[in-house]
């Protein structure tokens, strides 16, 4: 069975600096890998995914996240921190071959201080 | 409209009674996927629809649990004989195409049970 695990329920950050979320899976293939944000009373929006090839993948708003099959890590990044990021932030997989049950983590809330 | 819309927005039911929740996909949306969201938790999945075809309920908790989407288009989650425990909030999120496709969530059902 697949499953995710976010160490950090809650990270403060000074606005400009840099982020660092982290996200460890299980999973016995190669995973899909997910990143979500979710602000207060809006729904979730898809930051960026991982199917295959390159490990670095970009995503909107100026993050990144990097896949390390050795580590079983996804690692969600930003080099410098908007108030605007203030939220809270989800790792999902999905096994390819399910394509329509992800599981996720329990998220990370993220305070950015001014 | 342009994005996934669920109704009601807000549902307060008293224990045991039946609740039905309402999820209007993206328009041309082959799938359609519920999860449910505990306070301070991630979505869980619980099933997901392939145009009409539910493909996989096994997210379902109990058999008081039951979704639909009889015409490929809108879906209904039912809940009979509602328990606290139940008190969540229910998401929907619809896909293009079901393997590698973004998914799109609605801003969920907040379903309160006293």
């Known amino acids: 069975a697949q499953s995710v695990t976010q160490p950090d329920i809650h990270i403060t950050v000074s606005e400009g600096a840099s982020l660092e979320l982290r996200c460890n899976y299980s999973?016995?293939?190669?995973?899909?890998l997910f990143w979500y944000v979710q602000s207060p009373g809006q729904g979730l929006q898809l930051l960026l995914k991982?199917?295959?090839?390159?490990?670095l993948v970009q995503g909107i708003k100026g993050f990144e996240a990097e896949f390390k099959r050795s580590q079983s890590s996804f690692n969600l990044r930003k080099p410098s921190v908007h108030w605007s990021d203030a939220a809270e932030y989800f790792c999902a997989v999905r096994a390819s071959t399910n394509a329509g049950k992800s599981t996720f983590g329990d998220g990370t809330t993220l305070t950015v201080k001014p | 409209g342009a994005g996934v819309s669920q109704s009601p927005r807000y549902k307060v039911a008293k224990r045991g009674q039946d609740v039905a929740l309402r999820c209007d996909p993206i328009?041309?949306?082959?799938?359609l996927f519920w999860y449910q969201q505990a306070l301070g938790q991630g979505p869980e999945f619980l099933t997901y629809f392939q145009n009409e075809a539910q493909l996989d309920k096994s997210g379902l908790p109990s058999d008081r649990f039951f979704a639909e989407r009889p015409e490929g288009s809108v879906s209904t989650l039912k809940i009979q004989r509602t328990q606290q425990e139940d008190s969540a909030v229910y998401l929907c999120a619809s896909s293009l195409t079901l393997t590698d496709d973004e998914q799109f969530f609605g801003p969920g059902t907040r379903l309160t049970v006293l």
């Open positions: 991982y199917f295959s090839g390159d490990t």
């Open positions: 328009s041309g949306h082959v799938s």
């Open positions: 999973y016995g293939a190669t995973p899909y």
